[in-house]
């Protein structure tokens, strides 16, 4: 279907025709039309189908049409991510480019002072991580009780990571008569009890399903020990010329180690993570899109908002523990209708993980050969014991009240005593 069937207005499609927008996604087809409307949307689709736009055109076009001349915060895009937060912020950009509204990011791991100067200035739209959106709103500089439309967006990821909280706390400085839109690539049932919270009466917009993986992905998987991860690695890169390669692992350390590897094989790398500047990852993040730098190494949390329809492959250094993160680690290849290949490396007490995740998926990924490197060690895992499966110490006789008092109090006598008893046995004194 195309943007001008949706009902969109005429400054909108011609932003989206300068961007080369002519056909919707399944999600946007869907979801715009009812989100123009002003109706709750609850939308779910793979990663790389469309999401932004989907929640960003109807956002842009109901503000425009109901413009006022305060300087007030009308529509909040929360997300869990830095650069997910920037990359959506450029959508409404791109989008918004012929309508007079301002759209500000806030985020941490920065100096607030020009984000706070940006909203003071004007602000129509608000995207912004949960932490220096609470932080601004203690300080008094960002008010959120004139939002008229709330989106939440990558929701299973904010409660992965543990946002429930700070969720409940915006929510509360939020007027109860609002717009919400709900977008996630995935959905665990966990969710549905915050969704019955956040919205009345959603429009539920479901293209694919829960936790299905995008067909444009060619999945494989490679049986490899821990210890030539790194050699396998080099040796796929060796003809892959001018292709951009996302690996992911599963700790920050784990990604620093993996980029050392990479790059004493003269590979060059960088690594994006929690702990990581923001400059230093939007600079990792820039070289990679432009092939200055053909390997990225991420978290998966760092891995929001890394939008590249060029992606060529994705490699799992390490499995996911979650199953569902497989999904969205996947689907930063194969987008916009380009095909993609994903290639994980899985040890021996990995296995059980890689089932887990077949499980979800409902399909057996396909098994590349590997004679240079096979799996030799199937050394099972220490188990961790529990918490409280330590053996339970005996308990102490209880020892009588004030004993250190006496004891103290006795000391002193018995060293007298046995002072004046050597003083009369010496011979000096008899």
């Known amino acids: 279907m195309e ?34 409307k002003g109706r709750d949307i609850l939308g779910l689709a793979q ?17 425009s049409e109901s413009k006022t001349n305060n300087k007030k915060i009308r529509s909040l ?12 912020q450029e959508s409404f950009q791109k989008y ?36 220096r959106l609470l932080d601004l709103v203690n300080q008094g500089i960002v008010d959120l009780s004139h939002v008229e439309i709330f989106t939440l967006d990558e929701a299973d990821r904010m409660l992965d990571m543990g946002f429930i909280h ?9 007027p109860t008569k609002k717009q919400t839109l709900l977008f996630s690539a995935t959905m665990p049932k966990e969710i549905i009890k915050i969704v019955e919270e956040l919205q009345h009466d959603p429009i539920r917009v479901s293209i694919t399903p829960v936790s299905s993986t995008i067909d444009t992905v060619d999945q494989n998987v ?13 040796d796929f890169l060796k003809d892959k010329h001018k292709e951009s390669v996302l690996v992911f692992a599963r700790t920050k350390r784990g990604s620093d180690r993996v980029v050392r590897d990479l790059n004493k094989h003269h590979i060059k790398a960088k690594a994006i ?15 990679f899109k432009s092939l200055m730098t053909p390997v990225l190494v991420a978290t998966d949390i760092a891995s929001r908002g890394i939008d590249i329809n060029d992606l060529s492959y994705v490699i799992n250094y390490d499995l996911p523990e979650v199953p569902e993160t497989y999904v969205h680690r996947i689907g930063r290849t194969g987008r916009a209708g380009k095909s993609g290949i994903a290639i994980s490396l899985v040890n021996f007490n990995d296995i059980d993980l890689l089932k887990d995740i077949e499980k979800l998926i409902k399909k057996s990924i396909q098994v590349m050969k590997n004679e ?33 008092t006496e004891d103290k109090a006795k000391a002193p006598q018995s060293k007298n005593k046995s002072y004046w008893a050597k003083k009369k046995a010496h011979p000096k004194h008899k």
């Open 3 to 36: 943007f001008k069937q949706l009902g969109i207005s005429a400054p909108i499609l011609k932003a989206l025709e300068v961007s080369n927008y002519e056909l919707a996604t399944p999600i946007q087809a869907q979801t715009i039309p009812e989100a123009l």
């Open 372 to 404: 240079e490197y096979p799996l030799k060690d199937k050394t099972p895992k220490p188990k961790k014991q529990p918490r409280n499966s330590s053996p339970k110490k005996k308990e102490a006789s209880p020892k009588p009240k004030h004993k250190k």
């Open 96 to 131: 918004g480019q012929n309508l007079n509204l301002k759209s500000v990011v806030i985020f941490g791991g920065v100096n607030q002072s020009k984000q706070v100067n940006s909203i003071k200035r004007a602000c129509d739209i608000l995207v912004a991580t949960p932490g």
């Open 47 to 63: 990663t790389g189908t469309g999401k932004t736009a989907s929640f960003a055109i109807p956002t842009l076009q109901r503000l």
């Open 222 to 234: 490679v049986y490899i020990d821990n210890a030539h991860k790194i050699d396998w690695i080099v």
């Open 77 to 88: 895009i929360l997300t869990p991510t830095r650069e997910l937060a920037v990359q959506i």
């Open 166 to 174: 700070d969720i409940n706390r915006v929510l509360k400085l939020l």
């Open 273 to 287: 993570h929690g702990n990581k500047s923001q400059n230093a990852r939007q600079l990792a993040l820039k070289e």
